[in-house]
């Protein structure tokens, strides 16, 4: 068993030279690490990496440490629990056996993590990838998880470690060694572990101190539940074709056209590949982010899982990467909606579900842990699920509408269910509910609400009118009575802008969408009252509040990624793009070496918050650059997205409003890099 003493990571705690550097010139200067000691057990999740299968994720330290990882799904009981308890929790460690430097950073694009070790006797790199998820083949019924080891100058002792904790840490594990290495049980799992050193045993883990000289290879296979042998040759396969799938798949195009030019390209690329490992790779379903119970609020109570596809994140999400290019993934969650949904009633339609289509699990404290530098509790499943949020119907609306416009066909079962939609809005949109946010506490008349059961119904009629289909007249009785409600119960005159709630005195960022899903144009007063109350009001930091009103939990949570990216939207289509420009510089500031971001930002200790990486952040980045590109006069690859709003027509109702008026865009918005 390796000493203490001589167990040296990058930590949470390390002085602020070692900490991550990154410029905004688009080049990434990688995460540096020089060997201080992990004080607190834990580290920035700036810090972190993630590679995946379509199926599930690790979480991989610029030190060489997995300390998250969930098998055989997403949403499954973790393996590799570190990351929330960074005594017990559990990891697979294989780095340099003595003082060393390290940067990190993923091969070209692909979601293949590299990590870069230096030492004085040599450097060498760590190579992390899974093979992606691929339906019909042995792959998808069990994870199988690769380390290789090149040298590329003199020769480096390594230390491994091996300490899985099986069920959150939960249950008992067994280690036994095997002829190749080593396997992990429990009572109902196994993980197997092959090596190109022996392992010896000791307490609750296994470890293993080799050197690898120049020219040489190493190799580590972790494999779950399932066990078979790879040469040479097979792990240099499995290898190529990863690295193929991930370049084959990414966004490809002509970078002087290209809509998202500019010195953020890489991270929409980047955020991309991020959704794309969200993504299930047999039921389309979409998780929102990576991780479970990672603080909004250090040592506070804001710790969520966000394991589970919401129909919100969801149907944005496939939006941007239809933006982006990848046109499969906004149809295929359609299609998985439409089968799980169609013998429910809309009333029963769940705001979650698993990433197979099953409900979420209940709420659980998992007491033993500790929790991300010590916040509490650390939960699994959501409360959240079994809430009413009125918002959904507009998302799924809206969904449906744009695949229409894009050359999809609505049969007549698809029909039914969006009619069915339709009649249950027109009767529940007057009733309160949790609201986007879900808050736990008492449920309200939220206006985002309402605003997304007016497109909800907007959408509906339009599907109506271009089938040529009957329009119920109940349908826009209370579009109109919605609209009107909204306009005199949602917008505060004293504040000159939308609230969060009807009767309110508090702001709410969603308030920023109102003219990008078409409820009111950009150029209504109503609509630059609200922007101009959302800078004065909301914005701490230079970075964007989601509210400004109490919700009952403890804690002062960190500016949120997305509704900064809102603004950066709100300012483009208002022609204000340099002022965008700036805002979103700052936002992108914040984002990890390798391009990662969280769910918000503590802009005081330049620090993320929230469970990492989050793909509402992602979504958001790509639709702001989308803005900013087409403000400046740039096309899209594909005019429109087949989900969520089309930026393209909202640009040109917003331009052709602008030439109207007196606030034409900034010459320099067209100007030429």
């Known amino acids: 068993m390796l000493g203490n003493d001589r167990w040296h990571t990058f930590g949470y705690n390390a002085p602020m030279p070692f900490r991550n550097i990154y410029t905004f010139t688009g080049k990434l200067l990688g995460m540096i690490a020089t060997d201080p000691e992990r004080d607190s057990g834990y580290i920035p999740l700036e810090n972190y990496g993630i590679i995946g299968n379509l199926e599930t994720v690790a979480l991989i330290t610029n030190d060489g440490s997995i300390d998250w990882m969930c098998l055989p799904h997403l949403e499954s009981g973790s393996v590799f629990t570190k990351l929330l308890d960074a005594t017990t929790g559990g990891s697979f460690v294989i780095q340099p056996n003595c003082r060393f430097e390290s940067r990190q950073h993923y091969l070209g694009d692909t979601n293949v993590l590299q990590t870069h070790f230096t030492c004085e006797s040599g450097s060498a790199t760590l190579t992390d990838f899974m093979p992606p998820f691929k339906k019909r083949t042995k792959w998808h019924k069990y994870q199988v998880l690769f380390r290789k080891i ?111 030019r500019g010195p953020w390209h890489h991270l929409v690329v980047r955020s991309g590949l991020v959704l794309k490992l969200l993504t299930h790779g047999e039921t389309g379903a979409i998780a929102a982010a990576a991780t479970t119970s990672l603080p909004e609020a250090i040592g506070a109570e804001r710790n969520w899982d966000y394991r589970f596809n919401w129909i919100r994140d969801s149907v944005f999400t496939a939006q941007a990467l239809y933006n982006l290019g990848h046109r499969s993934e906004a149809n295929r969650l359609l299609n998985w909606y439409k089968k799980i949904y169609k013998k429910v009633r809309v009333s029963d339609i769940a705001i979650m579900h698993g990433l197979h289509g099953e409900p979420v699990e209940t709420e659980t404290s998992l007491v033993h842990l500790d929790g991300y530098l010590g916040s509490k509790p650390v939960r699994i499943g959501n409360g959240a699920a079994n809430q009413k949020q009125l918002d959904i119907y507009g998302e799924l609306l809206s969904m449906a509408y744009e695949t229409t416009r894009f050359g999809e066909t609505i049969s007549s079962n698809d029909w039914k269910l969006l009619k069915r939609t339709a009649d249950h809005v027109c009767n529940i949109w007057n009733t309160k509910d949790s609201g986007i946010w879900e808050v736990r506490g008492k449920e309200r008349h939220y206006v985002f609400s309402k605003i997304m059961c007016w497109v909800a119904l907007d959408r509906a009629i339009k599907i109506a009118v271009k089938k040529d289909l009957s329009i119920p007249s109940l349908w826009e009785q209370q579009r109109k009575k919605l609209r009107t409600a909204i306009l005199k119960r949602g917008f505060n005159k004293r504040l000159n802008s939308f609230v969060q709630a009807f009767g309110s005195p508090h702001l709410d960022a969603t308030n920023l969408l109102i003219p990008i899903v078409g409820f009111l144009p950009i150029d209504d007063p109503r609509v630059k009252g609200t922007i101009t109350a959302t800078k004065k009001k909301l914005m701490r930091g230079g970075l964007v509040d989601r509210y400004n009103s109490p919700d009952g939990l403890t804690g002062e949570e960190g500016t949120f990624v997305m509704c900064s990216f809102w603004l950066v939207d709100a300012l483009a289509l208002s022609g204000k793009v340099k002022e965008a420009e700036t805002l979103f510089k700052r936002v992108l500031s914040y984002a990890s070496p390798l391009g990662l971001f969280a769910e918000e930002i503590d802009t005081k200790k330049k620090m993320q918050l929230g469970n990492f990486p989050q793909a509402f952040s992602h979504t958001a980045l790509i639709n702001s650059a989308l803005y900013i590109g087409i403000a400046k006069g740039k096309q899209p690859a594909i005019v429109g997205p087949s989900t969520g709003f089309s930026p393209l027509a909202i640009f040109r109702r917003s331009v052709a409003l602008l030439k109207k008026k007196t606030a034409p865009f900034p010459k320099s918005s067209h100007a030429k890099k």
């Open 150 to 260: 090149e040298v590329v100058k003199g020769s480096v002792p390594f230390r491994l470690m091996f300490d899985p904790r099986f069920d959150y840490a939960r249950t008992d594990t067994i280690l036994t060694k095997t002829e190749s290495g080593v396997v992990a049980s429990s009572a109902t799992e196994k993980i197997y572990l092959d090596t190109s050193t022996p392992c010896t045993l000791g307490g609750d883990a296994a470890y293993a101190t080799f050197t690898v000289d120049k020219d040489e290879e190493w190799w580590a296979v972790m494999q779950y539940n399932s066990h078979d042998s790879f040469t040479k040759i097979q792990r240099q396969r499995e290898y190529l074709n990863t690295v193929s799938y991930w370049d084959t798949w990414r966004h490809t195009c002509d970078i002087q056209t290209c809509v998202f």
